[in-house]
Protein backbone atom coordinates (compact mmCIF):
# COMPACT_ATOMS: atom_id res chain seq x y z
CA UNK A 1 0.00 0.00 0.00
CA UNK A 2 0.97 3.73 -0.61
CA UNK A 3 0.87 5.98 1.76
CA UNK A 4 0.42 9.74 0.84
CA UNK A 5 1.32 11.93 3.99
CA UNK A 6 -0.89 15.09 5.66
CA UNK A 7 1.14 17.63 3.90
CA UNK A 8 1.05 15.82 0.50
CA UNK A 9 -2.69 15.54 1.27
CA UNK A 10 -3.13 18.97 1.48
CA UNK A 11 -1.37 19.78 -1.97
CA UNK A 12 -3.71 16.77 -2.91
CA UNK A 13 -6.87 19.31 -1.93
CA UNK A 14 -5.85 21.78 -3.87
CA UNK A 15 -6.38 20.37 -7.40
CA UNK A 16 -9.63 19.26 -9.72
CA UNK A 17 -11.86 16.54 -8.25
CA UNK A 18 -10.77 14.26 -10.83
CA UNK A 19 -7.02 14.71 -10.11
CA UNK A 20 -7.73 13.30 -6.52
CA UNK A 21 -9.01 9.25 -7.67
CA UNK A 22 -6.13 8.91 -8.92
CA UNK A 23 -4.11 6.11 -7.86
CA UNK A 24 -0.28 7.53 -7.66
CA UNK A 25 -1.48 11.18 -5.91
CA UNK A 26 -2.63 14.49 -7.98
CA UNK A 27 1.29 14.42 -10.11
CA UNK A 28 0.58 10.52 -10.87
CA UNK A 29 -3.07 11.00 -12.19
CA UNK A 30 -2.30 14.02 -14.10
CA UNK A 31 0.85 11.92 -15.98
CA UNK A 32 -2.09 9.10 -16.33
CA UNK A 33 -4.78 11.96 -17.60
CA UNK A 34 -2.21 13.66 -20.12
CA UNK A 35 -3.14 12.55 -23.75
CA UNK A 36 -2.31 13.27 -26.88
CA UNK A 37 -4.63 15.77 -27.65
CA UNK A 38 -2.06 18.62 -25.66
CA UNK A 39 1.12 17.10 -26.97
CA UNK A 40 3.09 17.30 -30.18
CA UNK A 41 5.00 13.74 -31.45
CA UNK A 42 8.04 13.70 -33.16
CA UNK A 43 8.33 11.87 -36.10
CA UNK A 44 8.83 8.72 -34.10
CA UNK A 45 7.83 7.48 -30.76
CA UNK A 46 10.06 4.30 -29.69
CA UNK A 47 8.76 1.79 -27.22
CA UNK A 48 11.56 0.38 -24.59
CA UNK A 49 11.37 -2.50 -22.32
CA UNK A 50 13.65 -1.24 -19.59
CA UNK A 51 14.74 -4.80 -18.02
CA UNK A 52 16.42 -5.82 -14.84
CA UNK A 53 18.60 -8.31 -17.11
CA UNK A 54 18.10 -7.55 -21.13
CA UNK A 55 16.70 -4.30 -22.53
CA UNK A 56 14.68 -4.50 -25.93
CA UNK A 57 13.57 -1.17 -28.21
CA UNK A 58 10.80 -1.72 -30.78
CA UNK A 59 9.42 1.22 -32.99
CA UNK A 60 6.34 1.21 -35.14
CA UNK A 61 7.06 0.72 -39.10
CA UNK A 62 3.60 1.05 -41.20
CA UNK A 63 1.08 -0.89 -38.93
CA UNK A 64 3.31 -3.27 -37.39
CA UNK A 65 5.79 -3.03 -34.51
CA UNK A 66 9.28 -4.09 -35.65
CA UNK A 67 12.32 -4.88 -32.98
CA UNK A 68 15.69 -2.50 -33.26
CA UNK A 69 18.86 -4.42 -33.56
CA UNK A 70 21.54 -2.76 -31.75
CA UNK A 71 25.33 -2.17 -33.44
CA UNK A 72 26.70 -6.05 -32.38
CA UNK A 73 23.57 -7.18 -34.59
CA UNK A 74 21.15 -8.64 -31.51
CA UNK A 75 17.64 -7.72 -30.66
CA UNK A 76 18.03 -7.31 -26.80
CA UNK A 77 20.87 -5.30 -24.48
CA UNK A 78 22.29 -6.55 -21.25
CA UNK A 79 21.32 -3.74 -18.86
CA UNK A 80 24.35 -3.81 -17.46
CA UNK A 81 27.01 -0.49 -17.23
CA UNK A 82 30.97 -0.68 -16.55
CA UNK A 83 33.05 1.81 -15.65
CA UNK A 84 36.71 0.27 -16.28
CA UNK A 85 40.23 1.53 -14.86
CA UNK A 86 40.83 3.90 -17.19
CA UNK A 87 37.25 5.92 -16.68
CA UNK A 88 35.98 4.63 -20.16
CA UNK A 89 32.04 4.08 -19.68
CA UNK A 90 30.47 0.68 -21.31
CA UNK A 91 27.20 -0.27 -21.73
CA UNK A 92 25.13 -3.60 -23.15
CA UNK A 93 27.50 -6.59 -24.19
CA UNK A 94 30.98 -4.92 -24.05
CA UNK A 95 30.09 -4.50 -20.38
CA UNK A 96 28.87 -7.96 -19.99
CA UNK A 97 32.02 -9.47 -21.83
CA UNK A 98 34.28 -7.58 -19.42
CA UNK A 99 32.55 -8.30 -16.18
CA UNK A 100 34.76 -11.20 -15.05
CA UNK A 101 37.58 -9.36 -15.23
CA UNK A 102 35.87 -6.24 -13.49
CA UNK A 103 33.58 -7.04 -10.61
CA UNK A 104 33.49 -4.16 -9.16
CA UNK A 105 32.88 -1.87 -11.47
CA UNK A 106 30.47 -3.81 -13.26
CA UNK A 107 26.80 -2.63 -12.28
CA UNK A 108 23.39 -4.81 -13.51
CA UNK A 109 20.36 -5.53 -12.23
CA UNK A 110 20.04 -1.49 -11.19
CA UNK A 111 16.75 -2.10 -11.53
CA UNK A 112 15.70 -3.64 -8.46
CA UNK A 113 17.11 -0.64 -6.16
CA UNK A 114 15.41 2.15 -8.48
CA UNK A 115 13.35 3.89 -6.19
CA UNK A 116 13.74 2.05 -2.91
CA UNK A 117 15.36 3.51 0.25
CA UNK A 118 18.98 2.02 1.78
CA UNK A 119 17.42 1.09 4.55
CA UNK A 120 15.08 -1.34 2.60
CA UNK A 121 15.00 -4.82 3.38
CA UNK A 122 15.17 -6.30 -0.02
CA UNK A 123 18.53 -3.51 -0.47
CA UNK A 124 20.25 -5.18 2.07
CA UNK A 125 19.44 -8.62 0.34
CA UNK A 126 20.88 -7.58 -2.94
CA UNK A 127 23.87 -6.13 -1.30
CA UNK A 128 24.57 -9.64 -0.27
CA UNK A 129 24.40 -10.61 -3.94
CA UNK A 130 26.11 -8.42 -6.55
CA UNK A 131 29.71 -7.43 -5.98
CA UNK A 132 29.76 -3.33 -6.34
CA UNK A 133 28.74 -1.48 -3.73
CA UNK A 134 25.11 -0.46 -2.62
CA UNK A 135 25.70 2.99 -0.59
CA UNK A 136 22.88 5.32 1.01
CA UNK A 137 22.78 8.34 -0.97
CA UNK A 138 22.27 11.85 0.78
CA UNK A 139 18.69 11.43 0.61
CA UNK A 140 18.21 7.72 1.99
CA UNK A 141 18.02 6.08 -1.03
CA UNK A 142 20.15 3.35 -2.44
CA UNK A 143 22.54 3.81 -4.61
CA UNK A 144 25.38 1.90 -6.43
CA UNK A 145 29.26 2.48 -6.49
CA UNK A 146 32.27 1.99 -8.79
CA UNK A 147 35.36 3.07 -9.41
CA UNK A 148 34.97 5.85 -6.22
CA UNK A 149 31.97 7.70 -7.96
CA UNK A 150 28.26 7.09 -7.04
CA UNK A 151 25.59 6.83 -8.83
CA UNK A 152 22.03 6.53 -8.06
CA UNK A 153 19.61 3.70 -9.79
CA UNK A 154 18.29 6.25 -12.43
CA UNK A 155 21.41 7.03 -13.84
CA UNK A 156 22.38 3.46 -14.05
CA UNK A 157 19.14 3.18 -15.88
CA UNK A 158 19.57 6.20 -17.74
CA UNK A 159 22.68 4.98 -19.54
CA UNK A 160 20.97 1.72 -20.75
CA UNK A 161 17.97 3.91 -21.86
CA UNK A 162 20.41 6.21 -23.45
CA UNK A 163 21.51 3.18 -25.45
CA UNK A 164 18.27 2.01 -26.41
CA UNK A 165 17.72 5.45 -27.71
CA UNK A 166 21.59 5.51 -30.13
CA UNK A 167 20.21 1.97 -31.21
CA UNK A 168 16.87 3.52 -32.82
CA UNK A 169 18.17 6.70 -33.97
CA UNK A 170 20.94 4.76 -36.03
CA UNK A 171 17.86 2.83 -37.41
CA UNK A 172 15.70 5.63 -38.34
CA UNK A 173 18.68 7.70 -39.04
CA UNK A 174 17.18 10.82 -37.43
CA UNK A 175 16.87 12.23 -33.77
CA UNK A 176 14.54 10.59 -31.37
CA UNK A 177 13.31 12.34 -28.22
CA UNK A 178 10.16 10.59 -27.81
CA UNK A 179 9.51 6.98 -26.03
CA UNK A 180 6.94 5.01 -24.44
CA UNK A 181 8.49 3.18 -21.39
CA UNK A 182 7.34 -0.11 -19.30
CA UNK A 183 8.06 -0.89 -15.69
CA UNK A 184 6.95 -3.77 -13.75
CA UNK A 185 2.90 -3.71 -12.80
CA UNK A 186 3.49 -4.33 -9.10
CA UNK A 187 5.94 -0.78 -9.10
CA UNK A 188 5.19 1.85 -6.66
CA UNK A 189 5.23 5.52 -7.28
CA UNK A 190 8.35 6.42 -6.44
CA UNK A 191 9.83 3.54 -8.67
CA UNK A 192 7.76 4.96 -11.64
CA UNK A 193 8.83 8.55 -11.36
CA UNK A 194 12.96 7.07 -10.91
CA UNK A 195 11.97 5.32 -14.15
CA UNK A 196 10.69 8.68 -15.87
CA UNK A 197 13.83 10.30 -14.59
CA UNK A 198 16.33 7.74 -15.78
CA UNK A 199 14.21 8.71 -19.07
CA UNK A 200 14.70 12.00 -18.65
CA UNK A 201 18.52 12.02 -17.75
CA UNK A 202 18.98 9.72 -21.07
CA UNK A 203 17.28 12.97 -22.47
CA UNK A 204 13.73 11.42 -23.28
CA UNK A 205 10.54 12.82 -22.82
CA UNK A 206 8.94 9.64 -21.51
CA UNK A 207 5.26 10.13 -22.64
CA UNK A 208 3.62 7.49 -20.78
CA UNK A 209 5.23 4.49 -18.50
CA UNK A 210 3.01 1.60 -19.05
CA UNK A 211 2.75 -1.74 -17.17
CA UNK A 212 4.71 -4.69 -18.96
CA UNK A 213 1.85 -7.12 -18.84
CA UNK A 214 -0.82 -4.64 -20.20
CA UNK A 215 2.11 -3.82 -22.74
CA UNK A 216 2.56 -7.58 -23.62
CA UNK A 217 -1.50 -8.13 -23.70
CA UNK A 218 -1.13 -5.07 -26.23
CA UNK A 219 0.91 -6.53 -28.76
CA UNK A 220 -0.58 -9.62 -28.68
CA UNK A 221 -4.12 -8.80 -29.18
CA UNK A 222 -3.90 -5.85 -31.41
CA UNK A 223 -4.57 -8.36 -33.81
CA UNK A 224 -8.06 -8.08 -32.67
CA UNK A 225 -7.74 -11.07 -30.58
CA UNK A 226 -10.56 -11.02 -28.23
CA UNK A 227 -11.37 -13.03 -24.51
CA UNK A 228 -10.07 -12.62 -20.89
CA UNK A 229 -5.78 -13.18 -21.00
CA UNK A 230 -3.71 -14.03 -18.06
CA UNK A 231 -0.37 -12.47 -18.61
CA UNK A 232 2.16 -14.65 -16.20
CA UNK A 233 5.56 -12.15 -16.24
CA UNK A 234 8.39 -14.00 -14.65
CA UNK A 235 11.37 -11.72 -15.90
CA UNK A 236 14.86 -11.04 -14.32
CA UNK A 237 14.36 -9.11 -11.07
CA UNK A 238 10.09 -9.25 -10.61
CA UNK A 239 7.33 -10.98 -11.46
CA UNK A 240 4.06 -9.36 -12.33
CA UNK A 241 0.70 -11.33 -13.14
CA UNK A 242 -2.28 -9.24 -15.10
CA UNK A 243 -5.69 -10.28 -15.84
CA UNK A 244 -6.97 -8.46 -18.95
CA UNK A 245 -10.50 -8.56 -21.28
CA UNK A 246 -9.85 -7.69 -24.82
CA UNK A 247 -13.17 -7.19 -26.83
CA UNK A 248 -13.36 -4.58 -29.64
CA UNK A 249 -10.03 -3.32 -29.64
CA UNK A 250 -10.65 -2.12 -25.79
CA UNK A 251 -7.89 -3.27 -23.12
CA UNK A 252 -8.97 -3.57 -19.91
CA UNK A 253 -7.02 -5.06 -16.88
CA UNK A 254 -9.15 -6.65 -14.54
CA UNK A 255 -6.71 -6.86 -11.73
CA UNK A 256 -2.81 -7.48 -11.43
CA UNK A 257 -0.48 -8.71 -8.49
CA UNK A 258 3.17 -9.85 -8.06
CA UNK A 259 6.32 -9.53 -6.33
CA UNK A 260 9.09 -6.95 -7.28
CA UNK A 261 11.68 -8.99 -6.34
CA UNK A 262 11.72 -12.61 -7.51
CA UNK A 263 13.03 -13.75 -10.85
CA UNK A 264 15.80 -14.80 -12.71
CA UNK A 265 18.71 -13.01 -11.02
CA UNK A 266 17.47 -14.81 -7.63
CA UNK A 267 17.55 -17.84 -9.60
CA UNK A 268 20.92 -17.28 -10.86
CA UNK A 269 21.94 -16.71 -7.67
CA UNK A 270 20.29 -19.72 -5.88
CA UNK A 271 22.51 -22.14 -8.45
CA UNK A 272 25.55 -19.71 -7.59
CA UNK A 273 25.35 -20.44 -3.52
CA UNK A 274 24.86 -24.36 -4.50
CA UNK A 275 28.01 -24.33 -6.74
CA UNK A 276 30.19 -22.33 -3.43
CA UNK A 277 28.69 -24.96 -0.86
CA UNK A 278 29.62 -27.50 -3.25
CA UNK A 279 33.13 -26.54 -3.74
CA UNK A 280 33.67 -26.10 -0.16
CA UNK A 281 32.54 -29.10 0.52
CA UNK A 282 35.13 -30.52 -1.60
CA UNK A 283 38.38 -28.27 -1.51
CA UNK A 284 37.56 -26.74 2.10
CA UNK A 285 37.83 -23.35 -0.04
CA UNK A 286 35.09 -20.71 1.07
CA UNK A 287 34.93 -18.56 -2.56
CA UNK A 288 32.41 -16.34 -1.15
CA UNK A 289 35.33 -13.51 -0.48
CA UNK A 290 36.50 -13.82 -3.84
CA UNK A 291 34.45 -11.58 -6.61
CA UNK A 292 36.59 -13.03 -9.37
CA UNK A 293 35.38 -16.42 -8.69
CA UNK A 294 32.01 -15.46 -7.64
CA UNK A 295 31.78 -13.46 -11.15
CA UNK A 296 32.74 -16.56 -13.19
CA UNK A 297 30.34 -18.65 -10.67
CA UNK A 298 27.40 -16.16 -11.64
CA UNK A 299 28.17 -16.36 -15.46
CA UNK A 300 27.84 -20.03 -15.34
CA UNK A 301 25.36 -20.32 -13.39
CA UNK A 302 23.33 -18.64 -16.26
CA UNK A 303 24.67 -20.29 -18.55
CA UNK A 304 23.60 -23.30 -17.20
CA UNK A 305 20.30 -22.35 -15.99
CA UNK A 306 19.61 -21.40 -19.99
CA UNK A 307 20.88 -24.27 -21.13
CA UNK A 308 18.59 -26.62 -18.51
CA UNK A 309 15.86 -24.98 -20.45
CA UNK A 310 16.59 -27.28 -23.63
CA UNK A 311 18.50 -30.06 -22.30
CA UNK A 312 18.36 -32.78 -19.26
CA UNK A 313 22.04 -32.17 -17.94
CA UNK A 314 25.38 -29.38 -18.21
CA UNK A 315 28.86 -29.65 -17.50
CA UNK A 316 29.26 -26.61 -15.53
CA UNK A 317 33.94 -26.64 -16.13
CA UNK A 318 35.73 -23.56 -14.32
CA UNK A 319 39.35 -24.39 -14.60
CA UNK A 320 41.67 -22.40 -12.19
CA UNK A 321 39.02 -20.75 -10.31
CA UNK A 322 40.86 -20.47 -7.00
CA UNK A 323 44.74 -21.53 -6.14
CA UNK A 324 46.05 -22.97 -2.46
CA UNK A 325 48.97 -24.11 -1.11
CA UNK A 326 48.77 -27.14 -2.90
CA UNK A 327 48.13 -25.52 -6.40
CA UNK A 328 45.13 -24.42 -8.49
CA UNK A 329 42.03 -25.65 -7.81
CA UNK A 330 38.79 -26.51 -10.92
CA UNK A 331 35.47 -26.54 -10.72
CA UNK A 332 33.67 -29.33 -12.46
CA UNK A 333 29.86 -29.96 -11.77
CA UNK A 334 27.56 -31.84 -13.55
CA UNK A 335 23.59 -30.16 -13.31
CA UNK A 336 20.88 -31.75 -14.05
CA UNK A 337 17.48 -30.47 -14.66
CA UNK A 338 15.94 -32.12 -12.06
CA UNK A 339 18.61 -30.99 -9.79
CA UNK A 340 17.95 -27.06 -10.69
CA UNK A 341 14.03 -27.82 -10.03
CA UNK A 342 14.65 -29.08 -6.84
CA UNK A 343 17.04 -25.88 -5.99
CA UNK A 344 15.08 -23.16 -7.16
CA UNK A 345 11.65 -24.54 -6.54
CA UNK A 346 10.83 -22.63 -3.06
CA UNK A 347 11.60 -19.35 -5.49
CA UNK A 348 8.76 -20.57 -8.24
CA UNK A 349 6.42 -21.73 -6.06
CA UNK A 350 6.43 -17.58 -4.61
CA UNK A 351 4.98 -17.18 -8.04
CA UNK A 352 1.75 -19.09 -7.58
CA UNK A 353 -0.64 -17.41 -4.89
CA UNK A 354 -0.17 -14.00 -6.78
CA UNK A 355 -1.97 -15.61 -9.36
CA UNK A 356 -4.51 -17.23 -7.46
CA UNK A 357 -5.50 -13.27 -6.18
CA UNK A 358 -5.23 -11.65 -9.58
CA UNK A 359 -7.98 -14.73 -10.17
CA UNK A 360 -9.90 -14.06 -7.08
CA UNK A 361 -9.45 -10.20 -7.38
CA UNK A 362 -11.18 -10.12 -11.04
CA UNK A 363 -14.10 -12.37 -9.93
CA UNK A 364 -12.90 -14.74 -12.36
CA UNK A 365 -11.58 -18.76 -12.28
CA UNK A 366 -9.16 -20.61 -14.10
CA UNK A 367 -11.96 -21.72 -16.65
CA UNK A 368 -12.69 -18.49 -17.85
CA UNK A 369 -8.98 -17.71 -18.82
CA UNK A 370 -9.02 -18.28 -22.54
CA UNK A 371 -5.56 -18.06 -23.12
CA UNK A 372 -2.21 -17.94 -20.87
CA UNK A 373 0.71 -15.52 -22.58
CA UNK A 374 4.18 -15.96 -21.00
CA UNK A 375 6.85 -13.13 -20.52
CA UNK A 376 10.19 -12.65 -19.30
CA UNK A 377 13.06 -14.68 -20.17
CA UNK A 378 12.51 -17.18 -17.33
CA UNK A 379 9.28 -18.33 -18.71
CA UNK A 380 11.21 -20.61 -20.66
CA UNK A 381 12.04 -22.50 -18.20
CA UNK A 382 10.14 -25.88 -18.60
CA UNK A 383 9.06 -26.10 -14.67
CA UNK A 384 7.73 -22.89 -14.76
CA UNK A 385 5.61 -23.47 -17.62
CA UNK A 386 4.55 -26.69 -16.00
CA UNK A 387 3.28 -24.87 -12.75
CA UNK A 388 0.92 -22.37 -15.82
CA UNK A 389 -0.52 -25.12 -16.71
CA UNK A 390 -1.40 -26.52 -13.11
CA UNK A 391 -2.39 -23.17 -12.31
CA UNK A 392 -4.26 -22.16 -15.66
CA UNK A 393 -6.11 -25.43 -16.32
CA UNK A 394 -4.58 -25.22 -19.79
CA UNK A 395 -1.44 -25.21 -22.09
CA UNK A 396 0.41 -21.62 -22.14
CA UNK A 397 0.23 -19.41 -25.70
CA UNK A 398 4.32 -19.62 -26.69
CA UNK A 399 3.39 -17.80 -29.97
CA UNK A 400 4.99 -14.38 -28.49
CA UNK A 401 8.54 -14.41 -28.13
CA UNK A 402 8.91 -13.29 -24.15
CA UNK A 403 12.00 -11.41 -24.62
CA UNK A 404 10.90 -8.69 -27.20
CA UNK A 405 6.48 -8.95 -26.82
CA UNK A 406 6.91 -5.93 -23.77
CA UNK A 407 8.79 -3.70 -26.01
CA UNK A 408 6.43 -4.22 -29.07
CA UNK A 409 3.48 -3.25 -27.16
CA UNK A 410 5.17 0.11 -25.79
CA UNK A 411 5.63 0.73 -29.33
CA UNK A 412 2.39 0.06 -30.29
CA UNK A 413 1.09 2.34 -27.15
CA UNK A 414 3.50 5.20 -28.93
CA UNK A 415 1.75 4.63 -32.35
CA UNK A 416 -1.61 4.83 -30.28
CA UNK A 417 0.19 8.43 -28.62
CA UNK A 418 0.98 9.47 -32.54
CA UNK A 419 -2.23 8.73 -33.74
CA UNK A 420 -1.16 6.01 -36.24
CA UNK A 421 -2.97 2.95 -34.47
CA UNK A 422 -6.36 3.80 -34.15
CA UNK A 423 -9.79 1.94 -32.53
CA UNK A 424 -7.44 1.22 -28.94
CA UNK A 425 -8.49 1.82 -25.60
CA UNK A 426 -6.34 0.82 -22.88
CA UNK A 427 -8.14 0.81 -19.76
CA UNK A 428 -5.21 -0.12 -16.76
CA UNK A 429 -5.89 -0.32 -13.35
CA UNK A 430 -3.39 0.89 -10.00
CA UNK A 431 -1.69 -1.74 -8.59
CA UNK A 432 -1.25 -0.53 -4.58
CA UNK A 433 -3.75 0.90 -2.89
CA UNK A 434 -3.54 4.55 -2.16
CA UNK A 435 -4.17 6.37 0.98
CA UNK A 436 -3.78 8.79 3.65
CA UNK A 437 -2.16 9.06 7.26
CA UNK A 438 -4.14 9.60 9.66
CA UNK A 439 -4.23 10.26 13.59
CA UNK A 440 -1.85 8.07 15.32
CA UNK A 441 -0.16 6.42 11.91
CA UNK A 442 -3.33 4.36 10.63
CA UNK A 443 -3.16 4.08 7.06
CA UNK A 444 -6.93 5.19 5.69
CA UNK A 445 -7.09 4.53 2.21
CA UNK A 446 -9.02 6.15 -0.07
CA UNK A 447 -8.67 4.44 -3.74
CA UNK A 448 -8.61 0.07 -3.67
CA UNK A 449 -5.95 -1.52 -5.28
CA UNK A 450 -6.92 -2.71 -9.48
CA UNK A 451 -9.11 0.62 -9.60
CA UNK A 452 -9.45 1.48 -12.96
CA UNK A 453 -7.36 4.40 -14.00
CA UNK A 454 -8.94 7.42 -15.42
CA UNK A 455 -8.11 7.82 -19.25
Known amino acids: MQKVSGAAMRRLASVPAVAKLGPFGAEGVMRCLAGSASRAYSSAVIGIDLGTTNSCVAVMEGKNAKVIEN ?37 YAAKRLIGRPFDDELVKKEAAMVPYDIVRADNGDAWLEAKGNRYSPSQVGAFVLGKMRETAEAYLTGSVTQAVVTVPAYFNDAQRQATKDAGKIAGLDVLRIINEPTAAALSY ?47 DNCILQNLMAEFKQEQGIDLAGDKLAVQRLREAAEKAKIELSSTNQTDI ?4 ITADATGAK ?17 LLERTKQPCKDALKDAGVTQKDISEVLLVGGMSRMPRVQQIVKDLFGRDPNKGVNPDEVVALGAAIQGGVLRGDVKDILLLDVTPLSLGIETLGGVFTRLINRNTTIPT
Open 330 to 346: HLNVQMTRSKLEALVGP
Open 317 to 320: NLPF
Open 221 to 267: GVDKKEGLVAVYDLGGGTFDISVLEISGGVFEVKSTNGDTFLGGEDI
Open 71 to 107: AEGARTTPSVVAFTDKGEKLVGAPAKRQAVTNPTGTM
